[in-house]
Structures are given as C-alpha cells and as structure tokens.
C-alpha cells in the first residue's frame, strides 16, 4: 500500500505536482480521469513530474480520492520503485486497498497538497 513516507519522498525529493484541468483527455477508446505524466522524466526535462486530474470526469469526493490514490501509486511506482512494468488493474486495485485500509494517506495527501475544497463536475 501507499504510504505518507512515500508521499512525503514524492514531493520532496522528486518535486511532484498535482495539476487539474478542465479539458477531457480521450486516451485510445476511454477518456481519462487522472493520469501520471512520465513524459517530464524524459530528456532531462527541467519540468517536475506532475499528476494531471481531469476534473470534469470526476463524479465525486471518493472517486476523486481513489483516483488520485492510483496515480500517486504510478509516480511511485515509477520515481522510487523505478519500475519498468505496472499492471492498471493492479495499481487499481491497491489503490482501492490504500482508501480502505488507510484512510490517513489521502488525508494527508489533501493536506500536504492543500485539497480541500475541490467540487466536481464544474
Ligand atoms: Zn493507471
């Protein structure tokens, strides 16, 4: 599961940013709710990493947190576990896991990230 140290390493070390946009991103056939930039790693990219939330295809406060949960798991997986192959349904379904079992990391995350008023649906 996603910890608050790692989330605590992600932004520090790593410089990770959580972005929210307006637009709708269609990835192939489905249309993206939040997505981990990996772009910015590449070709020594002065850009720090950043976590993107399409906010239009968020329905509601848990699937906005379990959202962010998934992806916080992909720059995780990605900066500090220096993965080279993650499994979606995987990542989903640790996600889920994190939320349940540990409600404290989005707490955190919301804190940390100053979160707290968010609305959906815009
Ligand atoms: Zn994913």
Redesign the pocket.
């Known amino acids: 599961m996603l910890t608050i140290e790692e989330v605590v390493e992600l932004y520090e070390k790593e410089g990770l940013v959580i972005i929210f946009k307006q637009i709708n991103k269609k990835f192939g056939p489905k249309t993206l709710a939040?997505?981990?930039n990996t772009e910015n790693n590449l070709n020594n990219s002065t850009k720090p990493p950043e976590i993107i939330i399409y906010q239009k295809m968020i329905e509601n406060q848990k699937d906005l947190e379990i959202t962010l949960l998934?992806?916080f798991?992909?720059a995780r997986n990605d900066l500090i576990l220096e993965l080279d192959k993650e499994n979606?349904t995987e990542?989903?379904k640790e996600a889920v896991e994190t939320y349940k079992k540990s409600p404290e990391v989005i707490e955190f995350i919301k804190d940390f990230y100053c979160l707290k008023k968010l609305n959906f649906n815009p």
Do not use: S
């Open positions: 939040g997505e981990y998934h992806e798991i992909h979606d990542v989903e």
